[in-house]
């Protein structure tokens, strides 16, 4: 029998293929193998059709073997070519050609296995496995712990959730040959699985980044390395995975790391992401520390950038806004809600922390603040220019704080304005230490209080 064995540290450095595997390509048949321990591939790569930026391996048999230990794969890639077929494997590509309840640890082992900068330019950035049946081959890997891949954080680790985070999606990856065959090469995703997709505890990573020019809406998007291009995209995504059981996230991130002029309509009720929790912030957010604020551009839309209802919850930090288009009647951050359910939004540090929100025609009824905080329908903090008006008929009904200041609102200026117009306030409430049944307001400094009607 045939066998290949590399080991003590053998290094491939810049090789390339115009086929397949860029450093080795090798095809397995009854009892040969393939061994490698302690390799290093550096900046390998191959181009479309080929597959394999550093391995490309046939395993023809269940005789043959192939076994790969602490070995390193680095800015290994699979390189965009006419075809725009192919490209599978930006580290590895393996073709398995026997039934897959046959792999085990006695023919196929991918242990202690570290990628830094892999990427594949058709699908499996690390490793891209063509068999019978892919979610049979991602169920006999774990089964049987077949790959295992260090945390390039803390090298002396394993990724602990590399079976079961949708953050690895598109690095492990599979292609049915069923599929394959009617699909010659295709780089659709879509038609790709995670080789571990039956294991996932969620099917939206958490944190989602955003990158409004690069990313691209995919069913997994939002790691770093496969960004998601709206929002808007990234929240409409149901996060239950194929076991049925509700991921344990109570809560979700949206990052943003480039501006966008692509988001309108954006909703946020309580089925949102499971819970309705959502917090939307620039990439690098610091309360203290300097950062770019990311920039929403909404001028060519007139429909609302957002609308919360239902029980939904938002959180906006760091972020800047443009208005909607001129000829809108459209707030651009819609709240509603017909019955007892509170919607929430919380704005912080937005436009340069001068921004201005107006409320006008609302109602606030029977909404009670409990546990600490104060202000049961608002809660506002306003610094420098920004400004808060509630105007036109608004009524706060039956508003009450269990334990803080405002029963209705709580507003602590620090130069900013609060401006309450034609504004009616009936049965509310605080209860001690707290001051202010309706309205209780701390002015610092410059801060101005309108009150009129």
């Not at 391995?55 to 890639?77: G, R, Y």
């Not at 169920?139 to 990724?159: A, E, H």
């Not at 959180?315 to 001129?326: E, I, Y």
């Amino acid at each position: 029998a045939s066998k290949l064995t590399i080991k003590e540290g053998c290094s491939f450095s810049s090789c390339s293929s115009s086929v397949n595997g860029g450093a080795i390509y090798a095809e397995l048949n009854f009892n040969a193998a393939l061994s490698i321990d302690n390799g290093i591939f550096n900046d390998c790569n191959c181009t479309q059709p080929g597959n394999g930026g550093a391995l490309c391996i046939l395993q023809q048999t269940d005789s043959s073997k192939i076994f790969i230990t602490d070995t390193s794969f680095i800015n290994c890639l699979t390189l965009p070519g006419t075809s725009n077929q192919y490209g599978w494997g930006g580290a590895i590509y393996i073709n398995i050609s026997y039934n897959p309840p046959s792999l085990t640890a006695t023919n196929f082992q991918l242990t202690d296995l570290s990628f830094t900068n892999c990427k594949a330019s058709g699908a499996g950035n690390n490793l891209h496995i063509l068999s019978d049946n892919t979610t049979a081959v991602g169920n006999q890997i774990k089964t049987g712990y077949l790959l295992t891949v260090k945390d390039l954080s803390n090298p002396s680790n394993l990724i602990s959730d590399l079976y079961t985070s949708p953050s690895y999606s598109y690095d492990y990856m599979g292609i049915n040959k069923s599929i394959e065959l009617v699909n010659l090469g295709t780089i659709n995703l879509d038609l790709h699985e995670p080789l571990f997709e039956q294991f996932f505890i969620s099917n939206v990573p958490n944190p989602s980044y955003i990158d409004g020019n690069n990313g691209k809406d995919i069913k997994f998007c939002g790691v770093q390395s496969s960004k998601c291009q709206t929002i808007k995209y990234s929240t409409e995504r149901n996060s239950t995975p194929l076991s049925g059981n509700p991921p344990s996230d109570s809560s979700y991130s949206i990052i943003l790391t480039s501006y966008t002029a692509l988001e309108t309509n954006i909703q946020i009720m309580s089925t949102t992401l499971l819970n309705g929790l959502i917090m939307i912030q620039s990439d690098g957010y610091d309360s203290v520390e300097n950062y770019t604020k990311q920039s929403i551009q909404t001028s060519s839309f007139s429909r609302s950038l957002l609308s919360i209802s239902e029980t939904g919850h938002l959180q906006l930090l760091g972020l800047h806004f443009d208005s909607l288009n001129p000829s809108s009647n459209n707030p651009l951050i819609s709240i509603q809600s017909d019955d007892n359910q509170n919607p929430e939004v919380i704005i912080k540090d937005l436009n340069n922390g001068a921004g201005e929100v107006n409320i006008s025609g609302s109602t606030f009824n029977s909404i009670t603040q409990t546990g600490t905080g104060n202000g049961a329908a608002i809660n506002a903090e306003l610094s420098g220019a920004s400004k808060l008006t509630i105007k036109e008929g608004c009524q706060f009904i039956s508003c009450s704080s269990a334990t803080g200041s405002g029963g209705a609102i709580f507003a602590q200026l620090t130069d900013g304005t609060i401006d309450i117009d034609d504004v009616t306030f009936s049965t509310c409430n605080c209860t001690q230490p707290g001051n202010g049944g309706a309205i209780a307001i701390v002015q610092e400094d410059d801060g101005k209080i309108i009150i009129n009607n």
